[in-house]
């Protein structure tokens, strides 16, 4: 089988996910921006598989991935800067183990639920500022994008005039539309602002998690780089509020296609399988970059060498009909229970999975409670989304709101 471009011009990534898994199988070969070969699981026994061998027959270290060091792939290949940061999404072992349990501090059970009263407060604000009842408004600028932004650069102490641009750098960075001189600037200024950042708060620490940080790294210096901060600080900070921004936005056009799942607005149950369904069929993840075979592997029957790497489709996993049926597509929150790749498996599960729920039910609950009709002002068809390998969600989402209750 020859190597299937992606990005598609004109295609979602998520319908060429789903395209390359039904036409394809559970393992293609194919090429990526810049003309280099990678191999894409799709199917949900293939990105187990994957995930599940992390660390014995995979790496996530790019370390493990000769091509980006031997002058085969070019400097300026704008994926480089997404696969090469030194935190724990390219960490294998005890290093992995070491820095996730640095970063766990912010996300464990007990912190995120003490979060729920600002979080809650923080989306009554948004929604508070909400204007127009008959007018159409865009979701995502004035709900979707704020709260989640809000929410984690709060959490690590991110002044209230600072937060946007770092949305406006991670934008750049996982836009495929973006040129490789424009990636490379956003990431470089990202890095420059995250290192005053940090000297900022050494000097004037407060109560917050960058802080924190600092104060572990002072405690015990041997167990956390200055390097290492900044990457840390990179990571939460992007994909802390990038997922969020896109899984509320891709849940409300699902729940506007289907009045009927919309939960009563106290019922907390019903609204936590409905961020269920919404990580399983609309998730925003719809790329995990990168896992390096440390062998020669067969996955699914396919052969794959030592080094090549796989972009571990979360979409296809989620969706693939030979799991959930042929109406695996479909969100439907009243199906029952079953494992979900949302969050990925393994020794790398998203650390972030408790407060990215809290948040979705929370702001989804918030939302129609406060504007039970509200609906798309433009067909769903019509809805631009983003141009990304590897998240997706509407750019802009035109709604209107409705009465306010």
Request: hydrophobic fraction near 40%; proline fraction near 8%.
């Amino acid at each position: 089988m020859e190597p299937q471009q992606i990005p598609v011009p004109g295609e979602r990534t998520s319908r060429t996910i789903r395209r390359f898994r039904d036409h394809g199988g559970p393992v293609v070969p194919i090429e990526l921006p810049g003309k280099v070969n990678a191999w894409m699981v799709t199917s949900y026994d293939s990105v187990s598989e994957v995930l599940l061998n992390d660390g014995t027959l995979f790496s996530k270290s790019p370390l493990n991935f000769p091509a980006l060091h031997d002058g085969t792939i070019p400097p300026d290949w704008p994926i480089r800067q997404l696969i090469q940061g030194d935190h724990l999404l390219t960490k294998d072992g005890a290093d992995h183990r070491r820095l996730r349990g640095l970063i766990n501090r912010a996300f464990t059970p007990a912190r995120v639920a003490s979060m729920e009263p600002r979080i809650q407060e923080l989306t009554g604000g948004l929604l508070d500022r909400l204007a127009g009842e008959g007018e159409p408004i865009d979701l995502v600028r004035h709900f979707s994008e704020p709260l989640p932004i809000a929410v984690i650069c709060e959490l690590f102490g991110v002044p209230e005039g600072e937060r946007y641009q770092i949305r406006e750098w991670t934008n750049t960075m996982l836009f495929h539309t973006a040129t490789p001189e424009e990636a490379a600037a956003a990431g470089g200024q990202m890095l420059a602002y995250l290192g005053a950042f940090v000297e900022r708060k050494r000097a004037e620490p407060g109560d917050d998690l960058t802080s924190g940080l600092i104060q572990a790294q002072e405690d015990d210096g041997d167990r956390l780089s200055d390097n290492e901060m900044l990457w840390i600080l990179w990571l939460v900070l992007i994909a802390g509020h990038e997922t969020t921004v896109h899984l509320i936005a891709n849940t409300v056009v699902a729940l506007c296609a289907d009045r009927a799942q919309i939960p009563a607005a106290d019922d907390r149950d019903a609204w936590a399988k409905v961020v269920e369904e919404a990580l399983r069929s609309r998730n925003s993840v719809l790329n995990v970059l990168f896992r390096y075979p440390l062998q020669d592997v067969q996955i699914c029957g396919t052969k794959i060498r030592a080094g090549e790497p796989i972009s571990v489709a979360l979409d296809g996993a989620g969706t693939d009909p030979a799991r959930y049926g042929a109406d695996a597509e479909r969100f439907d929150a009243s199906r029952e229970p079953d494992a979900h790749v949302g969050f990925g498996r393994g020794p790398h599960f998203c650390l972030g999975a408790p407060l990215a729920r809290l948040e979705m039910r929370i702001a989804l609950s918030s939302l129609f409670g406060r504007y039970p009709g509200l609906r798309l002002a433009i067909d769903a068809d019509a809805i631009p989304y983003t141009p990304s390998l590897v998240t997706e969600g509407p750019m802009k989402l035109p709604v209107v709101l409705g009465p306010r209750r």
